[in-house]
Structure formats: C-alpha cells, structure tokens
C-alpha cells in the first residue's frame, strides 16, 4: 500500500525555537496534504489543507503564521512550528489522498516545548 | 470543528467477543471511513464507506451506514489482544471528495487476553 513518511517521529526544543516536520509521500504523488493535531487521548483537528504549488488553507483559528506549511513539491510539504511555545506540544500528524478517497497518514510527531 | 460522537468512549472486552462501535455525525457527507490508531502512532485506514452504501465488510469488520440518522456503526469480531487501539470515524463532507477528512472523537477498544 501507499507509504507516508513523516520525521522526526519525536522531538524536543526550547521555548522560543521553530521546529520543522516533514511529510513525504514515498510511492505516490500527493497534490493535497492534511496536516492535523492531536493532544492526549483526543481525536484528530484538522489544521490546514497543504496544496502543492500553492498557500495551504487553514482552518478556522489556526494561526497561519504560527503554522507555515510550504508544500513545494508533489511528495514533500513540511510544517514549521514557529516561536514554539509549551503550549505547542502535541502530537502532529500528516496525511495524503490518493484518487479513491482514503487518507495515508504519517507515523507522527511527537512536539515537547520546554 | 468535529463533524462525529462516538461511542462508547472506551470499550473493554474479552477475547473472541465481539465489540460494536458508533458513530453519529452532523451534516451530509460523501463517504464514512474508519480508521485505527494504535497509541502514539499514525492512523491506519480500515474501511470506506460511500454514501449511497448500506453496509460493507471486510475480514472481520463489518460496517454500517444510515444517512437518515447520520450514523454509524463499526463491528470487530472475534475481536483479538491484537485489535486494542484506538477506533475513529472519519467524514467527507467535501463537495469534491478532496479527502479532507473531520474526525470523530474515537473509541478507545480493550481486547483482554
């Protein structure tokens, strides 16, 4: 089956640091990527629509300059947590559909803001 | 915002019991999925289910819809130790089945040895 590939798996930074997560779509091309949060024992929110090629959409209070997602191939779009604070830390997910409609997630990202 | 309620929240069962999910949603969609997580890791895709569907299997999941009470249900059975994760459906209320998905709150499933 399809393949996403989502780094680092866990990572922890300083107050005040920006942390990049890739996602790569290893054996597909992925016009749209999804990129989610999720916090303890909580579902997924959905946070932004990455389009390759163009400005990802944000959902509504998503803070787009907080969030800087760059989606600049049809494999790879990355989020940057910018000016990461404690209250970033959580679990971050990608994903990517392919033509039958269901998603191919990332293993995920583990974000610990000290 | 979340578009699905899922219950029950948890669900603790024994082995070989079968476990019963569902899933009530708000607004019309194009398809239903389900998808499993097991605990700090990505989701994996379990079934799809389009609107015009009634009820689809595969293996041992079985997996209702009823577009006029905007639910439902997911069925394990013979459940295993193995199938303890976390179950979440999925809609797609896109008018061009973009794949944007909005997810339930989940279930999280106890399959005791």
């Known amino acids: 089956g399809a393949v996403v590939s989502q780094h680092p798996s866990r990572v922890i930074c300083k107050s005040g640091t920006s942390v990049k997560i890739e996602c790569r779509s290893l054996?597909?091309?992925?016009?749209?990527m999804f990129w989610y949060r999720q916090f303890p024992k909580q579902s997924l929110m959905l946070m932004a629509t990455?389009?390759?090629?163009?400005?990802?959409?944000?959902e509504q209070g998503v803070e787009k300059d907080k969030f800087l997602i760059n989606h600049a191939s049809l494999t790879l779009s990355t989020l940057t947590v910018t000016s990461a604070h404690p209250e970033d830390s959580s679990f971050y997910i990608c994903s990517a559909s392919m033509v039958d409609e269901k998603l191919f997630f990332g293993s995920g990202t583990q974000l610990s803001v000290l | 915002s979340q578009q699905g309620e899922e219950d029950p929240q948890a669900l603790s069962i024994q082995e070989g019991e079968n476990a019963t999910m569902n899933c009530s949603y708000k607004?019309?969609?194009?398809?239903l999925q389900w998808y499993r997580q097991n605990s700090g890791r990505g989701l994996v895709h379990l079934i799809l289910?389009?609107?015009?569907?009634r009820e689809k299997h595969s293996g041992r999941l079985r997996v209702t819809l009823d577009t006029s009470k905007k639910s439902s249900s997911l069925l394990i059975t013979a459940s295993r130790a193995a199938d303890t994760a976390s179950y979440f459906c999925a809609t797609d209320a896109t008018s061009s089945n973009t794949g944007k998905l909005i997810f339930g709150q989940g279930t999280t499933l106890q399959v005791k040895p």
């Open positions: 990455s389009n390759e090629g163009s400005k990802a959409t944000y």
């Open positions: 607004t019309s969609i194009n398809n």
């Open positions: 054996d597909f091309q992925a016009t749209t």
């Open positions: 289910i389009r609107s015009n569907e």
